[in-house]
Structures are given as C-alpha cells and as structure tokens.
C-alpha cells in the first residue's frame, strides 16, 4: 500500500486495518542510535521492542498513562528474565538477545492493555516466541536496530492473533522444541522466575552516557580522562594500547569502520572519538566523522588485548605519547547507572 491509491490488500482486512498492522512497531526508533537503555546482566535494550507495542495499541484504545506504564513495566520486565534464563549462552551462540526476547515483552505489554484472559495470553507468547529471530552477525548495519521494531510488531501482532481466538503451544518457553532449547545449548528457567513479584530486574536497567556498545564505555571514560584530567592532545600520541574484557574483541574490533553505524560497534573509533571530541555522542557517529582523516589516524595508533581480570565495564590503558613518555588510566566501573548501583551497594 502506497500513498493515496491502495495498491494491494489483505483478504479479510480492511485498507484501516492493514495500514495500522504496517505502522505498529515497523521500524525501531528507540535503538537505531545504539542509545537506549540496557539491562546490565543480559545487554538486552528492553524498551526498544516493548514501549512501540505498549504506546501504539495504548493511543489505539486511548487506554490511561497508567495502564500504559504498567504494561510496559512488565513487558520490559518478562523479556529481561527471560533473556537471564538463556543469557550468556544464547547470546554466545550469535543471537541478538533484544530482538528474539523482545517479541515476548512486546506480547505482554500489548496483551495486558488489551486485558487477554490467562488462556489468550499463554497463546499470545507461542505465537511470538515462533516469531523470535535476530543474529549479531548484522550489527554495525541498519539491519541491528530494525530487529527490535520488528520484535514489536511481532509480539503486537502475536496478541491481536490470540485474542481472535488463534492457538499456539502453551510450552513455548521450556518445551523441548521451545525457545530455551532451540535457541540456547544451555537455560535454566528457575533463574526467571528466582524471586518474581519480590525482586524487580528493572532495577538493573539503565541509560547509556555514549550512543554506542555499551562494552566500549570503559574505553571511551579512559580516552576523555586522558584528554579532560591529563590534558593529553590527541596530536601528541604515539601509541594507545588497552586491556580489555573478550567481548570487546569479539564484538567491537574494527579498526576501519566505512559507515556511522559500523563505527558503533568499533573500539578503536570510539576511543579516538573520545580522545579527540571529549564524548561519544550521536555526532560522533556519523559517516562523515568516521571518515575524518584525523579520527582514522589516530585508530591506527589504537591495539586492544584481552586480559581476564577485566570485567565488562573496566580497563587499563597505557597512552604513549611521541617523546616516549606513557600516561596511565584504569576504569575500574565505566560512566553510568551500573556504576551508580555498585557504589550504593558498596
């Protein structure tokens, strides 16, 4: 269907009907910027698949502002925990732990605005775990941030099917062709439901301070460190090396990003970035600043090696400069609500 002339349709469906399934949840504003919240423990951005669903069929049904929270709270709430049931094994495996566990936050939220019976909300998550897709392998492409608009839709779809009486397995999740053992080699369903009602994994959801992966933020705290509290020129520097946590190797080690996007999802971009502009924002991300000649010369002065004492959210890094004198930083919890909540446990 384009613009004014209706250029095919749906047998059963109304042009009003087809148009609304095409608009809800197509595309995934929330995470095209790499710039949404991130529940710590899983890397899921559980807004991102869950707040289109709960928003769109909320204004559809101009359901109250509070109904639309709640829903949304335990939208977010159902796909972190289900993403700590197959977490870190899923993910390992190269799924997108957002976009296959966002279709099921999609579902309840859309499903309790709609008020599903227990039968019809049972049928709504079959029908979307089935939909449950997203590889890593795409990441650093617009393809990354289309997976949680397409959860969304998915998991929207999934509860308008049910309510219209549509069936679906009712062991979706831990059956033995389910979600956990198709898509894991290892879960343990005890882990999702440890505690429900009493403990909520929201707590552990936060927002980013840099519009990038979030393993990269460490990184990117040292560079503007050297630059704002050593007061290091980015001309000067003869060599930076980094010791770093094995998912930065394995999920953000370009070192000649073409695009913006893929510059995201580069350590040795983000860290030049920050030395230089003193941030991480989403100007630092654009096409034409990951091909300034300043930016790339600097990324070759950049190395990384994997040392297991680092977490994900810490790092050492040794900045040489041209006259032969080093300069030291070490992050021990990287810029954001993860380090909040460890200094208030501490």
């Known amino acids: 269907m384009e613009g004014g002339k209706q250029q095919s349709s749906i047998a059963g ?45 909320g204004e559809h049904l101009s359901a109250s502002g509070k109904d639309v929270l709640v829903a949304s709270i335990l939208g977010m709430e159902l796909c972190c925990r289900i993403g700590m049931a197959v977490h870190p094994h899923h993910y390992n495996e190269g799924w997108h732990i957002t976009g296959t566990c966002g279709v099921f936050g999609s579902a309840i939220a859309a499903g309790r605005i709609l008020g599903l019976s227990a039968d019809q909300m049972i049928a709504a998550l079959g029908i979307a775990g089935t939909q449950a897709s997203g590889i890593r392998e795409v990441f650093g492409s617009m393809t990354k941030p289309f997976h949680p608009g397409r959860s969304a839709q998915s998991g929207l779809l999934a509860t308008l099917l049910a309510q219209r009486g549509f069936t679906s397995a009712e062991t979706i999740l831990e059956g033995r062709r389910g979600f956990g053992a198709v898509l894991s080699d290892k879960c343990d369903w005890n882990v999702a439901t440890n505690a429900l009602g009493e403990r909520w994994e929201l707590q552990m959801n936060g927002l980013k301070p840099y519009a990038c992966g979030v393993v990269i933020h460490p990184l990117i705290d040292a560079m503007i460190a050297f630059r704002n509290n050593q007061g290091i020129d980015y001309r000067d520097v003869h060599s930076i090396s980094a010791k770093v946590h094995p998912l930065v190797i394995e999920l953000v080690n370009r070192p000649n990003p073409r695009v913006g996007l893929e510059g995201k999802f580069s350590y040795q971009h983000s860290m030049a970035v920050g030395l230089i502009d003193g941030s991480a924002f989403p100007a630092q991300y654009t096409d034409s600043r990951v091909l300034d000649p300043d930016v790339a010369n600097l990324r070759d002065k950049i190395d990384a090696t994997i040392d297991p004492r680092m977490g994900e959210d810490s790092t050492e890094i040794i900045l040489t400069l041209q006259n032969g004198t080093p300069h030291k930083e070490k992050i021990l919890h990287a810029t954001g609500a993860q380090k909040i909540l460890y200094q208030f446990r501490c």
């Open 13 to 57: 469906y109304g042009q009003e009907q087809l148009y609304k399934m095409l608009r809800w949840g197509i595309w995934g504003p929330g995470h095209l910027e790499d710039y949404d919240d991130t529940h710590f423990p899983t890397v899921i951005h559980p807004s991102s698949p869950t707040l289109p669903s709960s928003l769109s069929i």
